[in-house]
DNA sequence: ATCATATGTAAGTATTTTATTACATATGTA
DNA sequence: TACATATGTAATAAAATACTTACATATGAT
């Protein structure tokens, strides 16, 4: 079960879920570790754009990586689900909005 | 609790829920209803943009409104938050990417 | 050596989202 | 009438996100 310190830590987990791909990424995942190029494949979209996604959800801690060498001998980056799951109502909400920054990003 | 009849609806909710002024409007909105200017002036933003971000809480069923009169007699739109709860975990989404479109938006 | 596999990323473009500015209309009060 | 309140929206600008193209490196197999 997710545990959220703050109102910022709830909106990047928020923002990492806001997307088709990523959802998907979670469906994929859920069924089992994959690496990159296998996953790029499975979902069909190129691999800099499956990077994207993947550095969005490791940033929210939804996924974490490692590498690891192929049966071919070659290196691969597996991608896994950190357990996941969480509840959100109105009161939760309340609770975090007031550790919530109104920062501009960059 | 909310029902995500798809993938769609279930991003939909995602999308809306994904910014730091909906979060906080949610917020304010879970302390009971409210009107639009009162609301602006509250949480320190134009009305326009106000506006903008109520109608994506608005679009994903989150809040609703209502016309009424005020005691001065002038008309205000009043916004409450619909009764809000859902957990999300690996299986939910598992279950939803299947109806989950990826077209574009516009 | 060439081909297929893998990771990694930089640079540019396109699209979407967010935010501002400037209006319009209407009601009530001074 | 002028001022304060309210809703509503169009047009534009700015910022953030998503996506593509083009590379680089490395391993193993033919």
Known sequence: MIRFDSGDELLLVL???????????????????????????ELGI???????????????????SDMEIL???QAA??????????ELNEKNIHDLSSSLTMKKKK
Chains 1, 2 share one sequence.
């Open 77 to 86: 980056k597996y991608y896994q689900l950190n357990d996941f799951q969480f």
């Open 71 to 73: 049966e071919t001998g």
């Open 46 to 64: 190129s691999r800099p754009l499956l990077y994207l996604h993947l550095q969005k959800l490791e940033e929210a801690n939804i996924v974490s």
């Open 15 to 41: 923002e990492a879920l806001s997307n088709p791909h990523r959802l998907k990424i979670i469906a994929v995942l859920s069924e089992g570790r994959q690496y990159v190029s296998h996953l790029a494949r």
